[in-house]
Structure formats: C-alpha cells, structure tokens
C-alpha cells in the first residue's frame, strides 16, 4: 500500500510559478506508475500529467504542456509538478494518484488529499 502526501500548492499571481511536491511511503513506490490531477468547480478530476515508474516516460494534458513538467526522484519517494507560466485556468485542487499497472488516464488505486493551487489575475 502507498500513502500520498502533497504539497507546495498555494496563491500565485498570473504568468508566475509553483513546485507541487507528492511524497510517497513505502518502499516499492518506484513500481507505481504516477499521475497528477487537477479538479476545478463543477468538473471531474483531470489528468494534468503522468510518469512511470522509471521516470523514462511523460504525458501531459494538452492544455499545460509546455508549461508543466513532471519528474520523480524515486530514491526521495517524490514526484514533483512544475508549474510556469501559470493562468487563471490553472486554478484548482491537485492531486497525486499512484498504481502498479494503471497509466496516464486510467483508475488509480491510491490517491493523496490534494492541494489548492490559485492564480490571480
């Protein structure tokens, strides 16, 4: 089982930037694929941007690519989401999911608690 802790969200003035952080128990979470979520009023949880378990592969939302970049240090048990270029859109709670087998868009098994990420205009 994998516990997910984020962090580094917060209230960010448009055209700025932030550094999500997911820290991970366990001694096995370089074998869990990552996902990064984001959830705004009204809407499902989408995917932001995904990485495997080695780090070797990335997928982002079509929306934030080239602003976002996802990596992992799986020697930290961390997954991070930079975030540039931020804008009012980018607004939402984000979340970390982990699983062994799912990929990019698919059912995690394991979710953080999330944190808010703001941008004003």
């Known amino acids: 089982q994998v516990q997910l802790v984020e962090s580094g969200g917060g209230l960010v003035q448009a055209g700025g930037s932030l550094r999500l952080s997911c820290a991970a128990s366990?001694?096995?979470?370089?074998?869990?694929?990552v996902g990064w979520f984001r959830r705004t009023p009204g809407k499902a949880r989408d995917l932001v941007a995904a990485?495997?378990?080695?780090?070797?592969?990335?997928d982002y939302a079509d929306s934030v690519k080239g602003r976002f970049s996802i990596s992992r240090d799986n020697a930290k048990n961390t997954v991070y989401l930079q975030m540039n270029s931020l804008n009012p859109n980018d607004t939402g709670v984000y979340y970390c999911?982990?699983?062994?087998?799912?990929?990019?868009?698919?059912?995690?098994?394991?979710w953080g608690q999330g944190t808010q990420v703001t941008v004003s205009s």
């Open positions: 990485i495997s378990r080695s780090g070797g592969t990335t």
């Open positions: 366990g001694r096995t979470f370089r074998s869990y694929n």
């Open positions: 999911a982990a699983d062994i087998t799912t990929w990019a868009r698919g059912n995690y098994a394991y």
